[in-house]
């Protein structure tokens, strides 16, 4: 698919640039060039991604916002792509299902591997205050799956294109970074998604 292999194509060109920067011989005017090659090709992904489904306004638009992402050093999510400081992330897919109900959500490397599945969930807090005869009020939550390791957070309705940048969980926008992963399950662990206890097994009545 032409948007994979232009995502490789980025990744190759971010992990040269960096190894580039690295050298004192390189000048000033040629690390700007370097720090800009990402940016271009970032661009191009965009395009490439979504010229089918994308007017010439709307790619427009978008590619303001990139530039805006980059300027400002924000993360944003379109067009199925998260950037991060102007540059792609990861890709993460929503999930449909049934009308009416919160998305699900796919949290994928730029290549469109899975590395992430996101579930939205809902518990009823029998704490919370409400008045008599009122439902008892539910709040709802994201359960992070991650794919390699099986391990899962918890974590408050936020956004997950939000959540993964500021925890830094996607290394190089291919795999998911273990130590983040770490960290993140460690900070959010499962409280409302975990199934009710079983009830204890009566113990046989002793016969002599």
């Known amino acids: 698919m032409p948007f994979i292999e232009h995502s490789k194509q980025l990744l190759a060109t971010i992990q040269i640039s960096?190894?580039?920067?690295?050298?004192?011989?390189?000048?000033?005017?040629?690390?700007?060039?370097?720090?800009?090659?990402?940016?271009i090709l970032s661009v191009q992904v965009l395009r490439v991604n979504a010229q089918v489904k994308m007017t010439a306004k709307e790619m427009e638009?978008?590619?303001k916002e990139i530039?805006?992402?980059?300027?400002?050093?924000t993360s944003i999510w379109d067009w199925?792509?998260?950037?991060?400081?102007?540059?792609?992330?990861?890709?993460?897919?929503?999930?449909?299902k049934s009308p009416g109900q919160p998305?699900?959500?796919?949290?994928?490397?730029l290549a469109g591997k899975e590395l992430i599945?996101?579930?939205?969930?809902?518990?009823?807090?029998?704490?919370?205050?409400?008045?008599?005869?009122?439902?008892?009020?539910?709040?709802?939550?994201?359960?992070?799956?991650?794919?390699s390791t099986k391990q899962a957070a918890?974590?408050?309705?936020?956004?997950?294109?939000?959540?993964?940048?500021?925890n830094n969980l996607i290394d190089n926008g291919t795999t998911v970074d273990s130590a983040a992963e770490a960290k993140?399950?460690?900070?959010?662990?499962?409280r409302h998604s975990l199934p009710p206890p079983s009830a204890p097994v009566p113990a046989a009545p002793h016969t002599p």
């Not at 960096?18 to 940016?39: A, D, F, G």
């Not at 939205?120 to 991650?146: K, M, R, S």
């Not at 993140?184 to 499962?190: D, G, M, T, W």
């Open 18 to 39: 960096e190894l580039l920067l690295q050298k004192p011989e390189i000048n000033s005017m040629k690390k700007i060039l370097l720090l800009s090659l990402p940016v």
């Open 117 to 147: 599945y996101v579930h939205y969930g809902t518990y009823q807090d029998l704490t919370a205050p409400h008045q008599p005869n009122t439902p008892i009020p539910t709040y709802g939550y994201y359960l992070y799956v991650f794919d």
């Open 103 to 109: 998305h699900d959500f796919s949290i994928r490397s």
């Open 154 to 166: 918890e974590v408050p309705n936020n956004r997950p294109f939000k959540e993964v940048v500021r």
């Open 61 to 63: 638009k978008h590619e």
């Open 80 to 96: 199925d792509t998260v950037y991060n400081n102007g540059i792609p992330y990861c890709i993460i897919y929503e999930v449909k």
């Open 184 to 190: 993140f399950v460690a900070r959010y662990p499962r």
């Open 67 to 73: 530039q805006k992402s980059k300027e400002k050093g």
